[in-house]
């Protein structure tokens, strides 16, 4: 995502950052019957999607690979719910409605997150987390933390292709080593960002004077934020 050349609208990241948490806020209030309400839901990070330009075959790529943790929880309530219910003029099982009403949810939450990670910066997330008065120190911590996650990567690509060099007959990494690996990497990473946090500190780094800018919070971007989370909660006192 960080690669990444889109074109990007100037859309300011709080408005962002409070529609998305508006949104995913509703999303997840429909009750687990309401998979044809959560249809036109869909038409918000649809329309994003557009108007950035963003790229299809990313957000493809965040989905596959959020799609077994969402199958997991949509699948766990198929165990537990035994009832039949009417839906239109067919009888079903209510646990396949429920399962596609959650899978649906977590596509639209995750579709949100998405969109809003690949329009806005994370250094501009952590200028509206300011704002909202959220702790200084959770702000760094959370940027600190984006940051580390890049050094995980990386590490871990290094360290499956040194795998792949000592074992060329395999093709993926075998079960029995993922523990030893897993282990391996964790540390790599952890002495990967002392060293890293070591050479910033020797540069003058220092969380008090760690500069986050701020953009100013226009009147027009407000009534558009305002606008935006009003409708989200209309068709969610509507559609009850």
Avoid: C
Avoid at 25 to 53: K, N
Avoid at 68 to 92: C, D, K, M, N, Y
Avoid at 172 to 181: D, H, N, P, T
């Amino acid at each position: 995502m960080s690669n990444m050349k889109e074109q990007r609208h100037d859309v300011h990241p709080l408005s962002m950052l409070i529609i998305t948490f508006t949104y995913i806020l509703v999303v997840a209030s429909f009750h687990t019957y309401a998979f044809i309400e959560l249809i036109p839901l869909s038409l918000y990070p649809i329309a994003m999607i557009v108007v950035h330009r963003l790229s299809i075959r990313h957000i493809k790529s965040i989905l596959l690979a959020s799609l077994p943790f969402i199958t997991v929880i949509g699948a766990s309530q198929l165990f537990f719910i035994h009832e039949h219910i009417s839906f239109f003029h067919w009888r079903i099982e209510a646990r396949w409605l429920v399962f596609a009403t959650l899978f649906a949810k977590n596509i639209l939450a995750v579709l949100a997150a998405t969109v809003l990670f690949l329009t806005t910066p994370i250094e501009q997330l952590a200028g509206a987390l300011l704002s909202l008065r959220i702790p200084r120190l959770l702000v760094i911590q959370l940027l600190l933390t984006y940051r580390y996650i890049f050094l995980f990567l990386e590490e871990a690509k290094r360290l499956r292709q040194a795998y792949m060099l000592r074992a060329p007959n395999h093709r993926a990494i075998q079960l029995s080593v993922w523990g030893s690996l897993v282990g391996h990497l964790l540390l790599r990473t952890f002495e990967r960002a002392e060293r890293v946090y070591e050479a910033m500190t020797l540069r003058g780094f220092s969380i008090q004077r760690m500069h986050i800018k701020i953009k100013r919070w226009t009147m027009k971007e407000m009534i558009y934020t305002y606008v935006t989370i009003g409708l989200f909660i209309v068709y969610r006192l509507v559609v009850i």
